[in-house]
């Protein structure tokens, strides 16, 4: 193997050997962080609609109801977030999960049911009342959900 060769494969080697180290010194700390401290959120008037077949765009605590059913959709809260941070070098790309809360007023059902962006550590989709609600993004922050919603 040449030394031009040998260069490109150590640098290789010392690149990933910091991208390891920099997700794994990321992790660490946020296990021993205390839980952050809820504050209740103000009540919203305006809940949006959505149609079957449509994406919506949900932040924290907002709700939107499925037009054509007796389905509301509440992006609850995010679970957890283990992605990679805007400027950082990391092996794994990480995942966030999130928690929704599904209701049919009309028949009293409820649910809740946590979606992961990856479906790696958990599902990607959940199925309630003839409706299939698909993770689609979780921004950045984790305080906003894009949301397909389907027929199951």
Not at 41 to 53: F, I, M
Not at 76 to 105: H, I, K, N, Q, Y
Not at 125 to 145: H, I, M, N, P, Y
Request: proline content about 4%; some cysteine.
């Amino acid at each position: 193997m040449d030394l031009k060769k040998l260069l490109v494969v150590l640098c290789a080697l010392a690149g990933l050997a910091c991208g390891a180290g920099s997700s794994a010194a990321r992790e660490q700390p946020a296990q021993a962080l205390p839980a952050p401290v809820q504050r209740p959120q103000p009540a919203r008037d305006a809940q949006n609609s959505v149609e079957l077949g449509e994406t919506v765009v949900l932040k924290t605590g907002d709700t939107t109801e499925v037009a054509s059913k007796d389905v509301s959709i509440r992006f609850a809260r995010l679970v957890s977030d283990s992605r990679c941070a805007a400027g950082m070098v990391c092996v794994w790309e990480g995942e966030a999960v999130v928690e929704l809360t599904l209701a049919e007023p009309g028949r009293g059902e409820r649910t809740t049911a946590a979606l992961a962006s990856t479906g790696r550590g958990g599902r990607q989709a959940v199925e309630f009342a003839a409706c299939r609600v698909d993770l689609v993004a979780v921004s950045s922050g984790g305080d906003q959900v894009t949301l397909r919603v389907s027929k199951a």
